[in-house]
């Protein structure tokens, strides 16, 4: 995969993931794929705003610096927080995690924050601003990965908030202002942290990674030290050259769910270790695109798209079930996902369509291939339909090519009761995979992962020796 994939975290901007009339542009198609090819090599991707909103998103940054400076060292009791799943949907106002050395003022529009002793408290200027901004953000993320994965266009609307909210309705997305290692806040963690003499501080050990519950995150910070772990299983440093008017972009676990596993979510971590003499702390913004709590994570646009459900992700699940249910991170990652759905790179890190590499690849490679090679085809070629067949959750019944001749017009052949059940495309040959020749198999590919072909550098006879092309042709 590294050798197709991106040579570093993928960079696009957000003008060009605006949706409009009509195909989609070049520059769309380009900018949708480079994201999720980042997506699928590093669980992340950079976004690039455009110039003009430089500095709402610095301006914000500059005052949640100057909030959090004049809050006072030792927070009040009731503004120590634990991490209550049963409040995912209600957080408001400032709170304090001392453990973890971390401020954080949540926006939420529609809930007004209460203080202590009704004291009046002014909130970093701009969040109104900021919210709309990175939430119309999040939501053309989304259109481009439901692009990416054949979905509907806005599959996600039934379990997205309205836009604008309506009379009395509490916003389930949440901008969070996050202020980490402020030297003047005395927290517990912080004390632990610089009374140790020998060895690197370690501000957050391997099990403080979590993964967001999201549909979709979007995060900026002034100072380097976001971390999120990548294909291969590396932590990678995201956030190190952010430009004034980028910030991260990540999905989360409710995508995950919604999508049947097709899109991992991102495992992260900050590390604040570079902020000792630091005068007031590592300071970021962080927007997340939630499901409303009165709304079911559903696998049936994916299902409508032709992708294969497992049995985990087949029945729908209630989005407050889903947010205060724990989910071990081990089980996450552990399957080939989005990559599939991507388009092929060249060495210079563009995308190249697959039309192209196919007939390079016919230019150079203009001798039949040896038996060996054949065979090694067909036996890669096979699993893999297999497995599509697996993913579906579908148990295929097998004939041999007698059988299937005696009783092809049959109305109750294993033939027609398959080609119903795996909802075998138009205009593909049918045939059983056991038997598949290789340009059947090709075309099979093709059909549910389309420039299958260009991104393998096998060259495929059309069938194998002693198999007909009679059986296909019946079968159609």
Not at 23 to 49: E, R
Not at 68 to 73: A, N, V
Not at 230 to 244: E, M, Q
Request: with cysteine; charged share 20%; hydrophobic share 35%.
């Amino acid at each position: 995969m590294a050798s197709n994939g991106l040579p570093s975290l993928g960079r696009v901007k957000l003008t060009d993931l605006m949706p409009s009339e009509g195909l989609p542009s070049d520059s769309y198609k380009l900018s949708a794929t480079t994201l999720s090819q980042s997506f699928a090599q590093y669980s992340a991707a950079i976004i690039q705003f455009p110039a003009s909103d430089g500095p709402l998103l610095r301006s914000c940054l500059e005052s949640a610096r100057l909030y959090f400076h004049q809050r006072p060292s030792y927070p009040a009791a009731e503004m120590i927080h634990t991490n209550d799943s049963r409040e995912w949907c209600k957080t408001s106002g400032y709170y304090a995690d001392p453990q973890q050395w971390q401020e954080t003022y949540d926006y939420r529009p529609g809930m007004t924050p209460s203080e202590p002793n009704n004291s009046l408290e002014f909130p970093p200027a701009g969040l109104p601003d900021i919210f709309a901004l990175l939430g119309k953000a999040a939501r053309e993320i989304l259109d481009a990965i439901s692009y990416c994965l054949n979905l509907r266009s806005s599959p996600f609307t039934e379990v997205l908030d309205n836009v604008p909210l309506r009379s009395r309705e509490v916003s389930s997305s949440v901008l969070s202002v996050c202020c980490h290692a402020r030297p003047s806040f005395q927290g517990a963690q912080h004390h632990n942290l610089t009374n140790q003499e020998d060895g690197p501080l370690v501000m957050y050990p391997e099990q403080d990674h979590h993964v967001d519950k999201s549909l979709v995150s979007i995060v900026q910070s002034d100072k380097a030290g976001l971390h999120v772990r990548d294909f291969h299983g590396r932590w990678v440093l995201v956030d190190g050259d952010l430009g004034p008017q980028e910030a991260v972009v990540f999905p989360g676990l409710a995508l995950y769910q919604a999508t049947a596993g097709y899109v991992n979510p991102a495992l992260h971590r900050t590390e604040v270790n570079n902020l000792q003499g630091n005068m007031y702390g590592r300071f970021s913004l962080s927007f997340k695109l939630m499901p409303k709590s009165m709304s079911s994570l559903s696998c049936s646009e994916m299902r409508a798209a032709g992708h294969g459900v497992e049995a985990q992700f087949q029945l729908p699940v209630p989005v407050d079930d889903f947010m205060q249910r724990s989910h071990p991170t081990d089980q996450l990652f552990n399957r080939q996902s989005f990559q599939t759905f991507t388009f092929p790179t060249a060495q210079d890190g563009s995308i190249k369509p697959s039309s192209r590499r196919r007939k390079s690849n016919s230019r150079c490679k203009p001798l039949p291939p040896s038996k060996r090679l054949r065979l090694e085809a067909q036996r890669v070629l096979k699993e893999r339909v297999q497995e599509i067949a697996d993913k579906k959750g579908i148990k295929l019944r097998f004939c041999n090519l007698r059988e299937c001749e005696s009783h092809i017009h049959a109305l109750d052949s294993p033939c027609a009761n398959i080609r119903m059940e795996i909802k075998w495309p138009a205009g593909v040959p049918f045939v059983h995979p056991h038997d598949l020749p290789n340009k059947a198999k090709i075309s099979f590919l093709e059909a549910y992962e389309p420039g299958w072909t260009a991104t393998h550098d096998m060259d495929l006879s059309p069938t194998e020796p002693g198999q007909s092309s009679q059986h296909s042709a019946n079968c159609n």
